[in-house]
């Protein structure tokens, strides 16, 4: 069934029974690679949340989470300015980190924060993702943990807004043509 967000019209993309699955099956897979080691899990807000919430519940090894904040968009596009507006206040040096991220399309939101990660000299930063947009990428990043990988359009729910509206959405919906 189609929805409707402030002026635009939604049709339904990919419910929440197949991404439930997929969530399950990354948190598999990072419960192997990260057992014994304890990870940070930083979670970008506020489109991750949701994301993040599914995904540490399925990882099954000691793992702690904390967030930060990051922006780019407005509307339906990416500004390709990136501002944080609550940053990361534990020391990550020499520990293992998994960004939590709703959706990597231009990379610019990563591109901005991996540098200071880094400098922080974690022993290792990996990328755990909802969506990735390989089409709509202007900065190298690659994600090492993809849920879904989507064409170049606009989608709201699971966590992912139009104008701040629709997060709360179980499903996932494609803005419509």
Known sequence: MDIRIGDKNFHPFLDR?????????????????????????LAVLNGAFIFAADLFREINTPTEICFVRLASYTGTSSTGTVTTTAGLDKDIGGRHILIMEDIIDTGATLAHFLPSLQAQHPASVKIATFLSKPEARQHHIRADY????????????????????????????????
Not at 17 to 40: C, D, F, S, W
């Open 17 to 41: 029974a197949a991404i439930a699955a997929r969530i399950q099956e990354m948190g598999q897979v990072i419960t192997e690679e990260y057992r014994g080691k304890n990870p940070l899990c």
């Open 146 to 177: 993809i849920a879904f990988e989507i064409p170049n359009r606009f989608v709201v729910g699971y966590g992912l807004d139009y104008e701040g509206q629709g997060r709360n959405l179980p499903d996932l919906y494609e803005l419509s043509s």
